[in-house]
T-cell receptor, first 116, second 111 residues
């Protein structure tokens, strides 16, 4: 199974709402990622979890709050977002880097977020 | 600043031709190299990974890596209209679970 799933597929929220994005993988991967992608731009890394611990935060505003409840699940909690946060939010997973091959990142289908 | 450079295109090739996509990177410590295909409105799909100098072939796709020149390429043989997409080059430096993406090259295969 090489699938990463994300819910919901689409989300529309107001600037005062609180919502959460969810990601799940069953590939036994111990690294999980959140990316943000704007139109015609490459994915932009937000957070990395390794062994369920936050290892990289790319200076993301605190209105985005990640959570990794277990090795298969990754959440992104959203609060007080701005219209410029509208984007495709991508989750990915991989093996933790071991110095050899096999560290490919696999992406989920994404959540299309619109902030009104 | 670690960088990955790609020609944004569009690269237009006729059906059945070879499409050649190129990528250069700045960090000599880079260990892992990937090509992703992304259709409009969809998420990136991994199509090739390469870790050693030389060529790696998978079906109609061939990835080429030259670490001395800091250059990685993707060849698509017998291009099909269904190959029309944006191709993202991604590079990972050793010791970090962090991909650096190029801006992507848009490929258009016309019948």
């Amino acid at each position: 199974d090489t699938e990463v799933t994300q819910t919901p597929k689409h989300l529309v929220m107001g600037m005062t709402n609180k919502k959460s994005l969810k990601c799940e993988q069953h590939m036994g991967h111990r690294a999980m990622y959140w990316y943000k992608q704007k139109a015609k731009k490459p994915p932009e890394l937000m957070f990395v979890y390794s062994y369920e611990k936050l290892s990289i935060n790319e200076s993301v505003p605190s209105r985005f709050s990640p959570e990794c409840p277990n090795s298969s699940l990754l959440n992104l909690h959203l609060h007080a977002l701005q219209p410029e946060d509208s984007a495709l939010y991508l989750c990915a997973s991989s093996q933790v880097w071991t110095g050899n091959w096999g560290d490919e990142q696999f992406f989920g289908p994404g959540t299309r977020l619109t902030v009104l | 600043q670690k960088e990955v450079e790609q020609n944004s295109g569009p690269l237009s090739v006729p059906e059945g031709a070879i499409a050649s996509l190129n990528c250069t990177y700045s960090d000599r410590g880079s260990q892992s190299f990937f090509w992703y295909r992304q259709y409009s409105g969809k998420s990136p799909e991994l199509i090739m990974s390469i870790y050693s100098n030389g060529d790696k072939e998978d079906g109609r796709f061939t990835a080429q890596l030259n670490k001395a020149s800091q250059y990685v390429s993707l060849l698509i043989r017998d291009s099909q209209p269904s190959d029309s997409a944006t191709y993202l080059c991604a590079v990972k430096a050793g010791g970090y679970n962090k991909l650096i993406f190029g801006a992507g090259t848009r490929l258009a295969v016309h019948p």
